[in-house]
C-alpha cells in the first residue's frame, strides 16, 4: 500500500499486513501512524487523498464552530483507534477557503471519506461516538 507520511507527506509502500507493525518513513523516519489526526492544507492534501491507498476521513471545521469543537475530541479518539484502517485529517475552513471551496463545504462541520482520489462518503452535521463509528463502518 502506498501511505503518505502525517509528518513530511512522503510516500511510503507498505505492506498491509505490516499496516499493524508500526511502519516508519523512509525519508523522515517517523511513525507512519500517530494515533491523531493531521493538519490537512493545500499542500498536502493531494498526497493524503489522492495519492495515498488508505481511506482518508477528514473533518472540515472552524474554529469558531461550537459543534466543531464538541465533535473534535470524538474524531481525536476515533483516530487513536482506528488507525490504520484509516487517516484521519482535519481542514480548517477559514484557512484552507480553497479546499472548503472546491468541495463545496456550505455548513461546518462536515465530513467526507476519500479513498482512491474518490468521496465515497459524506456527512453534514457534528455525531455522537458510536454513531460516528457506525458511519464509518458503513463506509
Not at 58 to 71: E, I, M
Not at 104 to 113: K, N, Q
Not at 117 to 133: D, S
Request: aromatic share 10%; net charge positive.
Amino acid at each position: 500500500m502506498l501511505i503518505a507520511c502525517p509528518h513530511c507527506d512522503t510516500l511510503n509502500r507498505v505492506p498491509e499486513e505490516r499496516l499493524n507493525q508500526q511502519p516508519g518513513c523512509g525519508k523522515c523516519q517517523s511513525p507512519l501512524f500517530s494515533g491523531a489526526p493531521i493538519t490537512l492544507t493545500g499542500s498536502n492534501f493531494a498526497k493524503h487523498a489522492y495519492k495515498s491507498e488508505l481511506p482518508l476521513v477528514v473533518d472540515f471545521w472552524a474554529d469558531w464552530c461550537g459543534p466543531c469543537k464538541s465533535f473534535a475530541p470524538v474524531f481525536a479518539k476515533a483516530a487513536g483507534e482506528l488507525e490504520p484502517r484509516f487517516r484521519f485529517g482535519k481542514i480548517d475552513t477559514q484557512a484552507q477557503q480553497a479546499l472548503a471551496a472546491q468541495f463545496g463545504i456550505r455548513s461546518i462541520p462536515t465530513l467526507m471519506v476519500f479513498h482512491q482520489g474518490k468521496v465515497v462518503a459524506q456527512q453534514a452535521g457534528a455525531l455522537p461516538k458510536q454513531a460516528f463509528y457506525q458511519w464509518l463502518d458503513a463506509v
